[in-house]
């Protein structure tokens, strides 16, 4: 089995800032694209950064030049630093992964439990 465990979430004022981490566990054999999804009360999931096995990055436009993806392989952890933070940040964040685990030759998508980001104004 494998797990994913975000941590960092919180409450923050607006302009502040937040790192967000994700760490897979499990039997894991390649970890290839991971990424950061969030949430609002009301709307649908979306997409805010996703980063490459190679370490290519792609960013929703409304976070561009505020927040950054990366990646450790060597602890199997991506992250999501979220500086100049807005009200409209507020949403749950999950994180996302997509897995070759030990057993089989094919990818699986994998999810985190959310983690909460409040931004107040």
């Known amino acids: 089995q494998v797990q994913l465990v975000e941590s960092g979430g919180g409450v923050v004022q607006a302009g502040g800032s937040l790192r967000l981490s994700c760490a897979a566990s499990?039997?894991?054999?390649?970890?290839?694209?991971m990424g950061w999804y969030r949430q609002a009360p009301g709307k649908q999931r979306e997409l805010v950064a996703v980063?490459?096995?190679?370490?290519?990055?792609n960013y929703a436009d409304s976070v561009k030049g505020r927040f950054t993806i990366s990646r450790d392989n060597a602890k199997n952890t991506v992250y999501l630093q979220m500086n100049s933070l807005k009200p409209e940040d507020t949403a749950v964040y999950y994180c996302?992964?997509?897995?070759?685990?030990?057993?089989?030759?094919?990818?699986?998508?994998?999810w985190g439990q959310g983690t909460q980001v409040t931004v107040s104004s």
């Open positions: 980063i490459a096995s190679g370490g290519s990055t």
């Open positions: 996302n992964a997509a897995i070759t685990p030990g057993w089989s030759v094919k990818s699986y998508t994998h």
């Open positions: 499990g039997s894991i054999f390649r970890i290839n694209s």
